[in-house]
């Protein structure tokens, strides 16, 4: 007996010895990789200086950077209805229970399994046995199992909420970039209905002439043409106009119906009487960058590369703890009249009590394989999570240089209307002079339109590109 319990000592001091020489490590706690990015690598991340210091573009909420009343009560509505973004909020709620569940592990588990009998031997009197016990089982956390289960699981969680913010964003600047469409196209139509009037006079004026045999037929002809396609410019636009709409309505999760906007020019965003060049958007005060380790610290799809390295780390830890033993805890507590071979009532207590160890010797290579895989997968993720930097970087070099073009040609296309208008007024009175042919007319009205609709587009995409901007930077996530 006594060569039992020394034997069963050593074996007991030999297993702690195990795990403090063999488990170190195992309880390490997550820590974002330092020398994945070098200092000089995020210094140039953006590829630019201009904007750069201060405070970034980024840190204004989305209420700050969009001004439009009506545009804050779509984007409000938008987030409180979408099916998707309801979808990742119960996803939240999953990983929130999941999380709950490991923290969990570590109490034991209690089940109680009531047992009755009813025995006869030869149609003899029938015997009544009964087991009431009260189960209990728990697992020993020695080498770190459900602490990095448990640990993973957060990073599960974290992960969900930033694919939850990541979604919240993409919403917020899909909806501004629809309204500002509307805007454009609204803006869009009221030019080309102007021009339909104008065109129209001049048609009316072409036919006068040609009914005074001043000019020829073929004149009315391409009058007639030009102004039809100025008609079939304004059907495509109002068809454009119910088109976003539907888009709109499609993220309300709602059916058709006409989106309430302001004119053009009437919020913040597109124009500001006290910027410099009048367009808020097009200001480098506006639209400073700030540095590059705040967007590491902002944008969603980053943090949520890193939260997938920590998930990686834990279930890698939790692999390796898979090599070493598990100890588990058994007892029961209860009532019973069944006391070995007799029955006896009423039932007594009964106590049982049962500690086991198991060691994987061979499990046909599953163990060793999952290790390896969480270690490759842990690999990839950090190669994974560099790269989403660098395209996060190359997205913000790419905004700001659309931001910087749109800028450059909003005094062009200006000045090009203005010019254009003066070529036309002047040739249509040279017209009416009998010092002008309809051609002339015809290449002043058509430019003067183009250059219009150039210039509302340009005004759109430097809404666009400052949008692309503040969400590159990680904006919105406020």
């Given at each position: ?80 209805r979408n099916t998707d973004l309801n979808s990742v909020r119960i ?388």
């Amino acid at each position: 007996m006594m060569l039992k319990r020394q034997l069963f000592k050593s074996f007991v001091v030999a297993t702690v010895m195990g795990a403090t020489l063999t488990g170190c490590g195992l309880y390490d706690k997550y820590e974002t990789p330092t020398n994945l990015l070098q200092g000089s690598e995020t210094d140039t991340l953006f590829g630019v200086d201009e904007g750069t210091g201060g405070t970034s573009l980024a840190n204004l909420s989305w209420r700050e950077f969009f001004t439009d009343p009506l545009l804050q009560q779509l984007i409000d509505q938008v987030l409180e209805r979408n099916t998707d973004l309801n979808s990742v909020r119960i996803a939240v709620e999953k990983s929130e229970a999941a999380l709950k569940a490991a923290k969990l592990a570590y109490l034991p588990s209690l089940y109680l399994s009531p047992q009755g009998t009813l025995s006869s031997f030869d149609f003899g009197p029938v015997s009544k046995t009964y087991n009431i016990p009260l189960q209990m089982s728990m697992d020993i956390d020695v080498f770190g199992s459900i602490t990095n289960k448990k640990r993973a699981a957060n990073a599960v969680l974290l992960q969900t909420k930033v694919r939850e913010e990541a979604l919240r964003a993409n919403l917020i600047s899909t909806v501004a970039q629809q309204y500002y469409m509307l805007q454009l196209l609204d803006r869009q139509l009221e030019i080309l209905t102007a021009t339909d009037s104008l065109w129209n006079a001049s048609l009316e004026t072409e036919k006068t002439l040609w009914e005074n045999g001043k000019i020829f037929s073929t004149a009315v002809n391409q009058m007639e043409s030009s102004y039809l396609s100025v008609k079939t410019q304004i059907v495509d636009t109002q068809r454009s106009i119910r088109s976003v709409e539907n888009a709109i309505c499609r993220l309300l999760a709602e059916t058709p119906r006409h989106i309430e906007r302001n004119a053009w020019g009437s919020s913040a965003l597109p124009d500001d009487p006290d910027s410099p060049t009048g367009q808020r958007m097009f200001d480098s005060e506006f639209i400073k960058i700030g540095v590059p380790a705040t967007m590491l610290e902002l944008r969603p799809d980053i943090r949520l590369a890193n939260h997938a390295m920590e998930e990686a780390f834990y279930n890698t830890k939790d692999a390796r703890a898979a090599f070493f033993p598990t100890i588990t805890l058994q007892g029961a507590a209860g009532w019973t009249n069944s006391g070995g071979g007799m029955v006896v009532n009423p039932g007594k207590i009964l106590l049982n009590a049962v500690a086991s160890l198991t060691q994987p010797i061979f499990a046909r290579g599953r163990i060793k394989a999952n290790y390896k895989i969480s270690q490759l997968t842990e690999e990839d993720l950090k190669r994974k999570y560099v790269q989403t930097v660098i395209d996060a970087g190359n997205q913000v070099n790419e905004a700001l240089a659309d931001c910087q073009a749109a800028r450059e040609k909003h005094s062009y296309y200006h000045r090009q209307v203005e010019v254009l208008r003066e070529a036309y007024n002047g040739t249509h009175e040279l017209m009416d002079n009998g010092k002008s042919n309809y051609l002339e007319v015809l290449t002043a009205q058509e430019s003067l339109l183009s250059a219009q609709l150039s210039e509302a587009m340009n005004m759109y995409n430097g809404a666009q590109a400052v949008i692309a901007l503040y969400i590159a930077l990680g904006g919105a996530t406020k």
